[in-house]
C-alpha cells in the first residue's frame, strides 16, 4: 500500500527559528510533491509544489526533494506564530492523474 | 475567479441516519471533482472523484456514495450513517486539463455521527 508518512509532532521551535518537517513516501514512481498548510479548523491551502531533485524556495519556505531516499522536507525561515499550524505533505499516485496521497501532518507551534 | 462552495459547515447526525452533503464550483467548466475526508488526526483519504457528468470512481468501499447530476455539482450521500463516517468532509477540484498539482478545497464540513 502506497503511503506517505510524517512525524505527527508537535514540533515546537521559538519565533525567529528555522522550522524543518520533514516527509517519507513508498511509490517510487511518484514525480509530484506538495506541502499544505492546514489551520484548526479549516481547509488544507497548497504553499509549495516541488518536481526535481534539490532546493525550491519562495519566500520564507523552501522544499527539498531527494527521490532516491524518497524523501521531501519544508524548511520555514524565520518562523512566525502565524505559521502555527498543521503541515500536510502529499505525494501523487505514479499511474493516476487523480490521485494524492497525503501523511497525517507535522503540528508546528511557533513560540512568541 | 473561480470559487468553490460547499454546505453545511457543521452537522450532527444520528447514527443510521441519511446524509447528502454538497459541494458546487464557480467560474470553471467541466472540472475534476473530489471529496475527501479527514479522520481526526489523520490524513485526507481520497473517497470519491469525477472527471465528468455521471461518472463516478469510488476508491473506499463503504457505506457512502458520491454523484455529479451536473456539471459543476459534487453530491456526497449516505442511506444510513455509521459512527465511523465521523470527520471532516472536503470537497475539492482541479482544472480540466490540469493535473493534481492544482487542487483547490472547499470549506470543509466537520461530521459528528452519534
Known amino acids: 500500500q502506497k503511503e506517505v508518512e510524517q512525524n505527527s509532532g508537535p514540533l515546537s521551535v521559538p519565533e525567529g527559528a528555522i522550522a524543518s518537517l520533514n516527509c517519507t513516501y513508498s511509490?517510487?514512481?511518484?514525480?509530484?510533491f506538495f506541502w499544505y498548510r492546514q489551520y484548526s479548523g479549516k481547509s488544507p491551502e497548497l504553499i509549495m509544489s516541488?518536481?526535481?531533485?534539490g532546493d525550491k524556495e519562495d519566500g520564507r519556505f523552501t522544499a527539498q526533494l531527494n527521490k532516491a531516499s524518497q524523501y521531501v522536507s519544508l524548511l520555514i525561515r524565520d518562523s512566525q506564530p502565524s505559521d502555527s499550524a498543521t503541515y500536510l505533505c502529499?505525494?501523487?499516485?505514479?499511474?493516476?492523474?487523480?490521485?494524492?496521497?497525503f501523511g497525517s501532518g507535522t503540528r508546528l507551534l511557533v513560540r512568541p | 475567479s473561480q470559487t468553490i462552495h460547499q454546505w453545511p459547515a457543521t452537522l450532527v447526525q444520528p447514527v443510521g441516519s441519511p446524509l447528502s452533503l454538497e459541494c458546487t464550483v464557480e467560474?470553471?467548466?467541466?472540472?475534476?471533482l473530489y471529496w475527501y475526508r479527514q479522520a481526526a488526526g489523520r490524513g485526507l483519504q481520497l473517497l470519491f472523484y469525477?472527471?465528468?457528468?455521471?461518472?463516478i470512481s469510488s476508491e473506499v468501499p463503504q457505506n457512502l456514495s458520491a454523484s455529479r447530476p451536473q456539471d459543476r455539482q459534487f453530491i456526497l450521500s449516505s442511506k444510513k450513517l455509521l459512527l465511523s463516517d465521523s470527520g471532516f468532509y472536503l470537497c475539492?477540484?482541479?482544472?480540466?486539463?490540469?493535473?493534481?498539482?492544482?487542487?483547490?478545497f472547499g470549506s470543509g464540513t466537520q461530521l459528528s455521527v452519534l
Open positions: 502529499a505525494v501523487n499516485v505514479a499511474d493516476s492523474s487523480y490521485k494524492l496521497i
Open positions: 475539492a477540484w482541479t482544472p480540466a486539463r490540469g493535473g493534481i498539482e492544482k487542487l483547490f
Open positions: 467560474g470553471t467548466s467541466n472540472p475534476n
Open positions: 469525477s472527471v465528468g457528468i455521471g461518472q
Open positions: 511509490d517510487r514512481g511518484s514525480q509530484s
Open positions: 516541488i518536481y526535481s531533485n
